[in-house]
């Protein structure tokens, strides 16, 4: 679903026209010094490579970009300050007024739409307008997109391991400040994860949020007698009991019905109890504060079949330490030997929940084993993007008045691909991507069941002609005249990424040695880069 913009600001009231690295500044200074902020420009944001290994990355960040393009402005506060830096208190007053008075109503913007699975090269964002001001976006826009595609991805890439098992970000406590914490959490939802433990993150971007308790709630108790007292309402029985009674009825009859037995601890007893009272519709326990199987799991079975007798149906139960794989198939043979004995069918579907350090790599290798884990818990390694830290992104002049414009360098993957351009996806046969193509602006939209020729930008030997089944544009205009045109929200972000995934060949999404997919250009834009590069690199002169 799209819904109109109405002119809301960042969601971090950090992010504002000072959001900027100093040399944005000092080179729109001397811009507006020559006269050359007001010429026509055309900048692009794009990555040289994907993160994680992979061969694909999740643009994201599309949503807050806009919110900063539209509310885009220098307050009084924000000059009087700039005033006062050493690199700027000698510059015109006529400057500051120009800052004063920015706006971004003279801005085109196309972009990618939020969630597009994107590759190597190609602009997840174009930004045409004055010079000046393109400049100016430069640094907010790369950092409103670098973590959160950064994030996106890697929750994708977990999500693909994991699968069918759901995950929950549980990042909050190890991210990186409250706002990296909170753009894990939302970014993480539209890679597809589930839900997060971030309560402030449910409240202002509609995600699901989930928990349980900590190991420090069962420390908290130590006897039987603190929730000796403690009643809950029998569905059944339509009163209210204690429930104590009837969990060491069935604590006591444990051994006979599983045949093992074990000395379970009170203290941890008792806090299942009281969070069962607390939550009977919603009761999953941590069992590994003392012994996973000698403690925690014949208390939580115990208080899980007196939440039956009640009328209420257990959730499960959280792994957060030792052989998750190897727990989780113990845990599971204990609930079928209950279920078997006891006919209780509240024991046939117990959620296991893991948890503890989780990343791609572990899930990769969970995956590969026989384990019984229904959802897994994931914090420290999702949001602080634990196998690679940074994204990448960066933001280049293609064109100005008109003339492309290339950077070059001894290192290839620094060239830059000049000029405007539109990328289109080519879909074969089989309806899945088979590759990207950039084209030329002015050059005409590829023609579905007519041949197109593809070119490797930097490798003249490498071409080859594929005939589209179905073409899809993928930039489209996102802002113009100082409005923000339709655009998805985080819903229609997570379920974007969820059907490109399942359309994309497998060999491309899959964790280990993933084929790379192809991005190609067509041959008038290849030879468009590389009669520019000719021209414009100096050439050597020998003697």
Not at 36 to 65: A, I, M, Q, Y
Request: proline share 5%; aromatic share 10%; with cysteine.
């Amino acid at each position: 679903m799209s819904v109109e913009n109405d002119g809301e600001k960042p969601t971090n009231n950090l992010v504002g026209a000072l959001l900027v690295d100093l040399y944005q500044l000092t080179m729109t200074y001397a811009h507006w010094k020559t006269g050359k902020h007001e010429e026509s420009s055309v900048f692009e944001l794009f990555f040289r490579r994907n993160p994680f290994g992979g061969e694909f990355t999740v643009f994201c960040g599309l949503d807050e970009c806009l919110k900063h393009i539209q509310s885009f402005s220098f307050s009084d506060d924000d000059i009087a300050y700039l005033k006062t830096t050493p690199s700027l208190m000698d510059c015109e007053e006529s400057f500051f007024d120009y800052l004063r008075h920015l706006d971004t109503s003279g801005l085109t913007v196309w972009a990618m739409q939020e969630g597009t699975l994107a590759f190597p090269r190609e602009p997840l964002i174009v930004v045409e307008g004055p010079l000046g001001l393109g400049q100016l976006l430069e640094t907010s826009l790369l950092n409103l997109v670098n973590f959160p595609s950064l994030i996106a991805t890697n929750a994708s890439r977990m999500v693909l391991r994991a699968n069918p098992a759901p995950c929950i970000e549980f990042g909050l406590r190890r991210a990186q400040g409250p706002d990296g914490a909170c753009s894990a959490s939302k970014y993480s939802y539209v890679g597809g994860f589930a839900a997060t433990s971030n309560v402030k993150a449910g409240k202002l971007f509609g995600i699901p949020v989930a928990g349980t308790h900590a190991h420090s709630f069962c420390q908290s108790f130590i006897s039987l007698e603190e929730v000796r007292e403690l009643i809950l309402f029998n569905k059944r029985a339509h009163n209210s009991q204690r429930l104590l009674p009837s969990v060491l009825e069935y604590r006591d009859a444990l051994p006979t019905i599983t045949g093992e037995n074990f000395q379970t601890n009170d203290g941890e007893l008792a806090s299942f109890i009281a969070y069962a009272c607390a939550f009977p519709n919603a009761t999953l326990c941590l069992v590994d504060t003392y012994s996973t199987l000698g403690s925690g799991l014949p208390n939580f079975a115990a208080v899980a079949m007196a939440l039956d007798d009640f009328g209420y149906r257990p959730k499960g139960v959280r792994l957060d330490s030792g052989d998750l794989a190897g727990l989780s198939m113990k845990c599971a043979e204990y609930f079928r030997r209950i279920q078997l004995a006891t006919g209780r069918e509240a024991f046939r579907d117990l959620a296991i929940v893991a948890s503890n350090d989780i990343n791609e790599e572990v899930l990769h290798h969970l995956t590969k084993q026989p384990h019984k884990i229904t959802t897994f818990g994931i914090g420290t390694n999702l949001v602080t993007c634990q196998a690679q830290p940074a994204l990448g992104c960066v933001y280049k002049l293609v064109e100005w008045e008109g003339h492309p414009r290339i950077k070059i360098s001894q290192d290839l993957p620094k060239v830059t691909i000049p000029g405007r351009k539109r990328v289109f996806r080519i879909y074969g046969q089989d309806d899945r991507p088979i590759l990207d193509i950039m084209l030329l602006a002015e050059e005409g939209i590829p023609i579905i069941g007519r041949r197109l020729v593809c070119r490797d930008p930097f490798n003249a030997q490498d071409r080859f002609c594929v005939t589209p089944k179905r073409v899809v544009a993928l930039h489209s205009a996102v802002y113009e005249n100082g409005l923000v045109s339709l655009h998805p929200d985080i819903l229609t972000s997570r379920t974007f990424v969820k059907t490109q995934l399942q359309s994309m060949l497998p060999s491309v999404i899959r964790y280990a040695n993933p084929d790379a997919y192809d991005v190609k250009v067509s041959t008038s834009l290849f030879h468009f880069l590389h009669d520019l590069w000719e021209k414009e690199a100096p050439m050597e002169e020998r003697r």
